[in-house]
C-alpha cells in the first residue's frame, strides 16, 4: 500500500468532520440541543408552522440565541451544510428541525471512527 492509500484509508470520513467542526462552536451547539425539544424551548412563541414537524422558524431561534440574524443564518447554514438540521420554507421564513437520522448515522459513524 502506498502512503496516499494509507493516509486515504486511515483519514476519518469528511462528512464526519463536517459534522464535528459544525458542533465545535458552543452556540451551534446550543441550537441544535433546543432544537431537539422545540415545543419546551420555544414555547410561548408564535409559531407559523407546527414546530415539531416543520421546524423552529429561524426568528425564533434568533430571538432566542439574542444574536443577530445573520449570525443566526451563518449558524443554521453550518448545521445544515453538516447534515444535522433540515431547513424548510415557510412563506418567506426559513424553519429548521433536526435530521435525527442523519444525526444517529454521525454517532454510529463516531462511534467506529474513535
Not at 459544525?22 to 414555547?43: E, V
Not at 430571538?63 to 438540521?85: D, F, I, N, P, W
Amino acid at each position: 500500500m502506498t502512503d496516499t492509500a494509507t493516509a486515504t484509508a486511515t483519514s476519518p470520513d469528511p462528512d464526519l468532520v463536517d459534522a464535528l467542526r459544525a458542533l465545535s462552536n458552543p452556540m451551534r451547539l446550543q441550537m441544535l440541543l433546543w432544537l431537539r425539544d422545540p415545543t419546551r424551548h420555544f414555547a410561548g412563541m408564535q409559531p407559523i408552522a407546527d414546530p415539531v414537524e416543520v421546524g423552529v422558524c429561524v426568528s425564533h431561534i434568533q430571538a432566542k440565541a439574542g444574536l443577530a440574524q445573520s449570525t443566526v443564518s451563518a449558524y443554521m447554514a453550518e448545521l445544515q451544510r453538516a447534515g444535522l438540521v433540515r431547513a424548510t420554507r415557510v412563506g418567506k421564513w426559513t424553519h429548521y428541525k433536526r435530521d435525527e437520522q442523519r444525526i444517529a448515522q454521525f454517532v454510529a459513524l463516531l462511534g467506529q471512527t474513535l
